[in-house]
T-cell receptor
Framework: DAEITQSPRHKITETGRQVTLACHQTWNHNNMFWYRQDLGHGLRLIHYSYGVHDTNKGEVSDGYSVSRSNTEDLPLTLESAASSQTSVYFC???????????FGEGSRLTVL | AQRVTQPEKLLSVFKGAPVELKCNYSYSGSPELFWYVQYSRQRLQLLLRHISRESIKGFTADLNKGETSFHLKKPFAQEEDSAMYYCALNAGTYKYIFGTGTRLKVLA
């Protein structure tokens, strides 16, 4: 069955370190998204991609970057982790026919 | 500006009572609206979308363009409905905007 997976599921890091969260989907969806989930803020869009070599900033993109070298993967990189980036991160891909988003299981990141 | 508002952070109801989770949106175009649900320890998943006009797990939601609302309703809540519910707007250009979510607790 097609799926979307994230890794690592849990990560503890220190301020200033670079962190990469992986996202891999096997639906061959062109559209992929990264969100962060925080209490009181719901889901906020970090970056999104419409296809290979396409990336776009969302509403909370500062301090984050993504790359899209193939259809399946959209890794999210925190160049220099900050405590404000402690959050749960969700990757999603979109079925453009139905408009449905398929989410990964989430990656819980703690920045100390 | 495009916005989705869920005014209630927490909604507690007793089992068997009716449930209404409120969602209001702001969007100048023709909206595509969705409800997503996140059960404890599970990933977010689609509950229903307005264009399909379907009932899933007893839940329904009607798009009211006049009131710019897409409230989620269920006549008789069940304990297994306890979860986090997010209203979402597909604001075109492949961007989704989510509300802040409402945690529903169904009490025995």
């Amino acid at each position: 069955d097609a799926e979307i997976t994230q890794s690592p599921r849990h990560k503890i890091t220190e301020t200033g370190r670079q962190v990469t969260l992986a996202c891999h989907q096997t639906w061959n969806h062109n559209n992929m998204f990264w969100y962060r989930q925080d209490l009181g803020h719901g889901l906020r869009l970090i970056h999104y991609s419409y296809g290979v070599h396409d990336t776009n900033k969302g509403e909370v993109s500062d301090g984050y970057s993504v790359s899209r070298s193939n259809t399946e993967d959209l890794p999210l990189t925190l160049e220099s982790a900050a405590s404000s980036q402690t959050s749960v991160y969700f990757c999603a891909s979109e079925d453009r026919v139905t408009g449905e988003l398929f989410f990964g299981e989430g990656s819980r990141l703690t920045v100390l | 500006a495009q916005r989705v508002t869920q005014p209630e952070k927490l909604l507690s109801v007793f089992k068997g009572a009716p449930v209404e989770l409120k969602c209001n949106y702001s969007y100048s175009g023709s909206p595509e609206l969705f409800w997503y649900v996140q059960y404890s320890r599970q990933r977010l998943q689609l509950l229903l979308r307005h264009i399909s006009r379907e009932s899933i797990k007893g839940f329904t939601a009607d798009l009211n363009k006049g009131e710019t609302s897409f409230h989620l309703k269920k006549p008789f809540a069940q304990e297994e409905d306890s979860a986090m519910y997010y209203c979402a707007l597909n604001a075109g250009t492949y961007k989704y905007i989510f509300g802040t979510g409402t945690r529903l607790k169904v009490l025995a």
